[in-house]
């Protein structure tokens, strides 16, 4: 499908997610590419910095390590006596990793034990929050990922069913039923996405 925009000779590309986006990247190196809701632009080889990405791509993402750090502080300030927090990820997205390693860094610096559980599919979500309740968790994050977002209610089904307070990442996945979300205005950042042009070269967008 990328080939075939490129074919077509369009003026621009927009992806959603970083599914779609290495697609674009690799289908051109001409014509401008704008992409949302990339978590990490720089390790997922879309740009070569925040502040100046170079090549033909530019956009907006929706995660940060200050997020991650605010959300567990809001979770920390709500749930009584929290020292211990799962991260839900999906093992077979590139971000894992880095969620991983973002989660770990900011839990340590506000004195929570971050432990991570993985479900790379529906059929592992509720075995996860099984386990999160077997290790004796006290609360449950999770970063934007498209599962997490497709399966927002059976989520926070799961988690209320367990008496896990769930810290989200955007107003879609709050209202499914989490007991808080701190994030970007995905609305937002989709009506920003169109504002991009190919003179736009001055940096990536935070949140």
């Given at each position: 499908m990328s080939a075939e925009l490129v074919a077509l000779?369009?003026?621009v590309l927009v992806t959603v997610g970083t599914q779609?986006?290495?697609?674009?990247?690799?289908?051109?190196?001409?014509i401008p590419v704008v992409f949302i809701f990339v978590p990490d632009p720089v390790g997922s080889n879309f740009a070569d910095s925040l502040g100046r990405p170079g090549r033909n791509m530019t956009g907006l993402?929706?995660?940060g390590a200050d997020i991650v750090?605010?959300?567990?502080?809001?979770?920390?300030?709500?749930?009584?006596?929290?020292?211990?927090?799962?991260?839900l990820?999906?093992?077979?997205?590139?971000?894992?990793?880095?969620?991983?390693?973002?989660?770990?860094?900011?839990?340590?610096?506000?004195?929570?034990?971050?432990?991570?559980?993985?479900?790379?599919?529906?059929?592992?979500?509720?075995?996860?929050?099984?386990?999160?309740?077997?290790?004796?968790?006290q609360a449950v994050t999770i970063n934007g990922e498209g599962l997490a977002?497709?399966?927002?209610?059976?989520?926070?089904?799961?988690t209320l069913a367990r008496r896990l307070p769930l810290a989200v990442w955007s107003r879609e996945t709050f209202e499914a039923g989490a007991l808080l979300s701190y994030g970007a205005d995905q609305v937002a950042m989709c009506r920003r996405g169109p504002v991009f042009r190919r003179q736009d070269t001055e940096g990536c967008q935070a949140p």
């Amino acid at each position: 499908m990328s080939a075939e925009l490129v074919a077509l000779k369009v003026d621009v590309l927009v992806t959603v997610g970083t599914q779609t986006a290495p697609y674009a990247r690799d289908a051109t190196t001409s014509i401008p590419v704008v992409f949302i809701f990339v978590p990490d632009p720089v390790g997922s080889n879309f740009a070569d910095s925040l502040g100046r990405p170079g090549r033909n791509m530019t956009g907006l993402s929706q995660f940060g390590a200050d997020i991650v750090l605010k959300r567990l502080q809001f979770l920390k300030d709500i749930v009584p006596r929290l020292s211990r927090v799962a991260l839900l990820v999906n093992p077979n997205t590139e971000v894992a990793s880095l969620y991983k390693r973002v989660t770990e860094a900011a839990a340590a610096e506000l004195g929570l034990n971050n432990h991570t559980f993985e479900a790379p599919s529906l059929d592992e979500l509720g075995r996860a929050f099984d386990a999160m309740v077997k290790a004796g968790m006290q609360a449950v994050t999770i970063n934007g990922e498209g599962l997490a977002y497709q399966q927002r209610a059976y989520v926070a089904t799961m988690t209320l069913a367990r008496r896990l307070p769930l810290a989200v990442w955007s107003r879609e996945t709050f209202e499914a039923g989490a007991l808080l979300s701190y994030g970007a205005d995905q609305v937002a950042m989709c009506r920003r996405g169109p504002v991009f042009r190919r003179q736009d070269t001055e940096g990536c967008q935070a949140p």
